[in-house]
């Protein structure tokens, strides 16, 4: 007798969730939430979008354009000032305009000074988008004294090189 009741009372359970809720598979409601979207995978306005056009409109969105056409610059250096002038020099910044180039000497830096004008119409010629309007060559930096086992507080020796 309790499992009579128990049996009827879950076909009246059973009846009415799929009466008033609808019970519907997991499928089913992922369809109905899609036509109700509107969303269809072959309909109009799902066409397809290639990687670079999505790429492009990435880097517009963001703005990466000149980030990236510096970095186009820093990764050719070779390809401005050829083989033996990039390996003895590398830019370190484009600021307004103004690239800055860290050489390994300062006969390099000399040497590259003299040079500054051909340098600077190929930069404008192969990259016009960075708008590079001046070129600084720097040399190497001097080593500091101000730190290490030969440091002493205050004024120190001035009789360094002897």
């Known amino acids: 007798m309790a499992k009579l009741n ?18 519907k598979s997991r499928d089913a409601k992922r369809r109905e939430k899609n036509t109700v979207r509107g969303s269809q995978p072959f309909d109009k306005g799902r066409d397809v979008v290639t990687a670079a056009k999505s790429l492009d ?3 517009d969105q963001f703005r990466w ?16 000032v050829g083989i033996d002038s990039a390996a003895a020099s590398g830019p370190e910044e484009l600021i307004n305009g103004i ?5 390994r000497s300062t006969a390099w830096a000399t040497q590259l000074r003299l040079l500054q004008p051909k340098i ?12 590079v309007t001046d070129i600084r060559f720097i040399g190497p930096t001097a080593p500091s004294w101000k730190k290490g086992p030969r440091s002493v507080p ?6 360094t090189y002897g």
């Open 99 to 103: 690239l800055t180039v860290r050489c």
């Open 65 to 80: 354009n000149t980030r990236l056409d510096q970095a186009a610059l820093f990764a050719n250096w070779e390809g401005v």
């Open 120 to 131: 600077l119409d190929k930069l404008i010629e192969l990259h016009p988008k960075l708008q």
């Open 57 to 59: 409109e990435l880097v």
């Open 6 to 23: 128990f049996e009827l009372a879950d076909r009246f359970f059973s009846s009415y969730i799929k009466g008033s809720v609808g019970y």
């Open 154 to 159: 205050g004024r120190g020796p001035r009789d």
